[in-house]
């Protein structure tokens, strides 16, 4: 059974320092995904990643994915106060989709 | 704005109803994903369908039922409705070789 585990599950952060949000998954997956959610909206795809090593960044954020390990990571980088959202991972595998349970990001001004 | 439509944007019933949303997915995209989303059981994929045909199934119950109609708009049927059920639901539509997926709106039901 496929399960994620997303830590820490709050952060709160100064602006202008670097951190870095965690995702385990237990077994082989095709895809992992990097949403945003702000409080009462949507969710936001900010990343898709495909293959051992693969490295996409946008802005202030960066995800790497490491397929050996089971380990996905989202650095953020000098952060601002605009980056305080919900982040969820998600592991696909077989076209089924699993969320991590977020972590609730909160950049202190 | 992801391109993906969902209404209702709010909906209030009661136990035991029967609701029916619906989701338009951006243009040109074939497949069409339902979640839900509750605060004690998180993020849970339901179902996907890819140009009319189911192509995943993931925690659906057996009193939700989804389809995918030919010009891509999909509908989730949510029956027996119980008070746990009350959550945001979300659709998302995807295109393209990343699957990428963009999410609509949501709409948020309430079972009294």
């Known amino acids: 059974e496929l399960k994620v585990e997303q830590n820490p599950l709050f952060l709160s952060m100064q602006e202008g320092k670097n951190y870095t949000i965690y995702c385990n998954y237990s077994?082989?997956?095709?895809?992992l995904y990097w949403y945003r959610q702000d409080p009462g909206k949507s969710l936001e795809s900010l990343f898709v990643?495909?293959?051992?090593?693969a490295v996409k960044q946008e802005g202030r954020l960066m995800a790497s994915l490491d397929t050996k390990a089971r380990l996905s990571t989202l650095h953020i980088t000098a952060a601002v106060h605009d980056l305080s959202a919900t982040y969820f991972c998600?592991?696909?595998?077989?076209?089924?989709?699993?969320f991590g349970t977020g972590t609730r990001l909160k950049v202190l001004a | 704005d992801s391109g993906v439509t969902q209404t209702p944007k709010h909906l209030i019933t009661a136990t035991g109803q029967r609701v029916t949303l619906r989701c338009s997915p951006r243009?040109?995209?074939?497949?069409v994903y339902w979640y839900q989303q509750s605060l004690d059981q998180g993020l849970q994929f339901l179902i996907q369908?890819?140009?009319?045909?189911?192509?995943a199934k993931g925690n659906i119950l057996e009193r939700f039922s989804a389809q995918q109609f030919p010009d891509l708009h999909s509908e989730l049927n949510l029956s027996s409705l119980e008070l746990g059920d009350s959550a945001l639901y979300f659709c998302?539509?995807?295109?393209?070789?990343?699957?990428?997926?963009?999410f609509g709106p949501g709409t948020r039901l309430l079972v009294l």
């Open positions: 998302a539509s995807s295109g393209g070789q990343e699957e990428t997926q963009y």
């Open positions: 077994t082989t997956s095709d895809r």
């Open positions: 990643l495909l293959s051992n090593g």
């Open positions: 998600a592991v696909e595998r077989t076209y089924k989709y699993i």
């Open positions: 243009s040109g995209d074939l497949s």
């Open positions: 369908y890819y140009n009319g045909e189911e192509r």
